[in-house]
Each structure stands twice: as structure tokens, then as C-alpha cells.
């Protein structure tokens, strides 16, 4: 069994465990691919550290995986296409590696759940930066197994504007609607996380297929850019659309959130005067800089796993019931709820849901079937 971290006191029930390991969980959101490109991680062994394996994704019963390629902004000397496509190439390794555990879903028929019991992985890409400006570029990676687009990260791109930045295309451009239009023909899911309130309110009046925001909470309970407000909930939820609501305590609650900008500027002054008096990249500097991180972490206010259904619970009031599900950022996030530290301590929100007197086919909802609902109607 993998380490589920803290709460070792909270026993999954087995009418919480029956439910959860007998409905197809889908989390649309992980950053895992960097570190299996450029780190070395492979994927299928157990580790010690780090969110996602497919030992852990078994453990926490997920049936289907998004992978997200994220590439920095900042990369343009290494190539935004060519970054993404080493990661593409790992997780097409990792399927060689591992045929009889890992699956690519490249099409409607591939949403098989419980055929083999493989892990499905659908690819895509975090920020429509990575496309190089081309529309070409979404037809070379759909060849090569693209099925999801994050339209923007904390930068705007040509395509799109972003929640974290000014806007410098009024939203969703002329270049974004012919990107929106193609990616409906081809089947593949547009994703609103991180996207403007302008771009959102674009891409759905643009998509003729529903849209996903697969990593995004609920402003009204975290006021933070990348949440979503009331208003943009029910327009997803109107759109037939997906919320994955994700894990990441900065994200999750209104507290933390002060605390942890506080703590974060105090942070760069302190990496700062350590980059001065070591060099940025010394091994002393690095050294230092870890110490100081894992520092802060360990002073923030604790928010467990039961945040998460807090948002999720705020999302089926504001929307509806079909318009939420996972999305939890894993390996994209510095620090997960107490009691959700990995993939294998997914069991826990359903027997924390079930604790709520949640009905069940809510639950299945939540953990799978709107996302498999969403995928069905989108992918070719």
C-alpha cells in the first residue's frame, strides 16, 4: 500500500470504498510529465515523493488521467513545441513501458473504464503558447495524440488572454476563435482554467462543444484571479461544461491564501539576499533556498481534504450537479491538503461525501461521470 500521508485516524468506510473503486474516477489535471521528460521519474515505480505513479493512481482507484504538458514561458531559447513534445514522447514511453497498466485515449471509443484495468491517460497541453503561433501545430500534435488544450497559462498568448496578466487580445482573439473552431472539428476539449473572464465568456459563446476548466475553485470562497466567480460557474454549467476542482490550498480557502502572499514576499526578499551572497544557481543557494521553502510551508494554516468538497458543494449550489468533478493539479501544486497528500488519498472524498449524506449517483457524478460525459461529447 502507498503512504496516504497524514489522518491515519480516518478510516475509508466499505460502503465509501465499494462506491468509490466500483464508478470510473477521472482527474483532469496533472503536471507529472516534466518530471518524467527532463528528471528522469518513472512513472510506473513507487515513490516516496511526488503525487502521481501509477502505483498511486491505482491505489486511489482514478480509471482515467489527463496529463497536462506544461512549458515555462520563459523556455523560448529551448522552444515552446519542442518542450512539449519531449513530454508528449514521455508519456508515449511510458505506455511502451507499461502496455498492460497504461493506455493513450485517443478517441470516443477509448473511454473504456473497466475493460482491462488500465489506466487511460488523455495528453494535453497547458498553455496555447506551446502551439507557436500555429494552427499547424495542433494538427501535428493531434497526430501525435492531443486531445486537450489549456488555452492560456498566467501569460496571454496570441490565441487567448490570461486571468494572471493584462489583457492584450480583449479576450479570446480573431486567431482564438479559428483555434476554438478547429479544435471543436478535430475533437478536442477547450479548457477554461486560467483563462480570462473575457476569454471564458468567448470560448463558450465561440465552442460548439461543452468546455472543461479542469483545474479551477470557487472564487466566491478563495478570492484569488484564478477562481472562478459565481457568474462564470453558471455559464459553464449552462454550457454543459466541466469544473475539476482543484487541490491546491491556495485555491481552497480565503485564510491561506493572506497568509501564504505574506509569507510568499517575504520569501523572494530572503532568495534574494541568499542569490547575492552565493550565486543564483549555487548548490548553496539552492540549498539554502529549499530550507527557507519548506519553512513556510510548514508555518501556513492547515486546510485538509475537506476544502475540496467545500468547493465542490459551492459549485453544484451555484451550477448544478453535473457540472463538477476533479481536477487536482498534482505535481503541478508545491503543497497538497492535509490528509490528500498524494493520488492514492482520493478514496477519502467519497467517504467525506458520503459523510455529508450525499446521494450516490452525486458522488459518481463528481468522481467521473461528468468528465466522462464531457469527453464523450467532445472527443472524436
Not at 461528468?370 to 472527443?379: A, I, K, Q, S
Request: glycine share 8%; hydrophobic share 35%.
Amino acid at each position: 500500500m502507498v503512504e496516504c500521508g497524514g489522518f491515519k485516524d480516518i478510516r475509508i468506510s466499505d460502503e465509501a470504498r465499494a462506491l468509490h473503486f466500483g464508478t470510473p474516477v477521472v482527474d483532469a489535471h496533472c503536471d507529472t510529465l516534466w518530471k518524467c521528460a527532463f528528471r528522469g521519474y518513472d512513472i510506473g515505480r513507487s515513490h516516496s515523493t511526488g503525487h502521481i505513479d501509477l502505483v498511486k493512481l491505482k491505489e486511489g482507484g482514478v480509471k482515467i488521467q489527463v496529463f497536462a504538458a506544461f512549458v515555462h514561458p520563459s523556455q523560448t531559447h529551448r522552444g515552446y513545441l519542442n518542450l512539449a513534445m519531449r513530454m508528449n514522447d514521455a508519456l508515449q514511453s511510458a505506455q511502451t513501458n507499461y502496455p498492460s497498466r497504461l493506455r493513450l485515449i485517443l478517441h470516443n471509443e477509448d473511454l473504456r473504464t473497466n475493460e482491462d484495468g488500465r489506466i487511460g491517460a488523455i495528453f494535453g497541453i497547458e498553455g496555447a503558447h506551446s502551439l507557436e503561433s500555429s494552427i499547424d501545430n495542433l494538427y501535428k500534435f493531434y497526430d501525435k495524440g492531443l486531445r486537450l488544450v489549456t488555452l492560456t497559462w498566467n501569460n496571454p498568448n496570441p490565441f487567448a488572454d490570461s486571468s494572471a496578466a493584462n489583457p492584450v487580445n480583449g479576450g479570446l482573439s480573431p486567431f482564438g476563435v479559428k483555434l476554438i473552431r478547429e479544435m471543436n472539428n478535430l475533437g478536442v476539449i477547450p479548457d477554461l482554467s486560467h483563462s480570462s473572464a473575457d476569454t471564458l465568456k468567448e470560448v463558450i459563446k465561440v465552442s460548439k462543444k461543452p468546455v472543461l476548466a479542469s483545474h479551477s475553485c470557487c472564487k466566491a470562497l478563495c478570492d484569488i484571479h484564478r477562481n472562478l466567480t459565481d457568474s462564470q460557474i453558471k455559464m459553464i454549467a449552462a454550457s454543459g461544461g466541466v469544473i475539476g476542482v482543484n487541490f491546491f490550498p491556495l485555491f481552497l480557502d480565503d485564510n491561506y491564501r493572506k497568509v501564504f502572499i505574506d509569507k510568499d514576499q517575504k520569501r523572494l526578499t530572503a532568495f534574494n539576499k541568499i542569490n547575492k551572497k552565493y550565486g543564483s544557481r549555487s548548490p548553496s543557494a539552492e540549498s539554502e533556498k529549499r530550507k527557507l521553502k519548506k519553512e513556510m510551508f510548514n508555518e501556513l494554516p492547515e486546510v485538509t481534504y475537506k476544502r475540496i468538497v467545500d468547493h465542490i458543494e459551492r459549485i453544484i449550489s451555484v451550477g448544478n450537479e453535473d457540472c463538477v468533478g476533479l481536477g487536482s493539479d498534482f505535481d503541478g501544486i508545491p503543497i497538497a491538503p492535509g490528509g490528500m497528500e498524494n493520488a492514492a488519498c482520493l478514496p477519502r472524498l467519497t467517504h467525506e461525501m458520503l459523510e455529508r449524506g450525499w446521494d450516490k449517483n452525486r458522488i459518481k457524478k463528481i468522481l467521473g461521470l461528468n468528465m466522462l460525459r464531457l469527453f464523450r461529447e467532445v472527443l472524436a
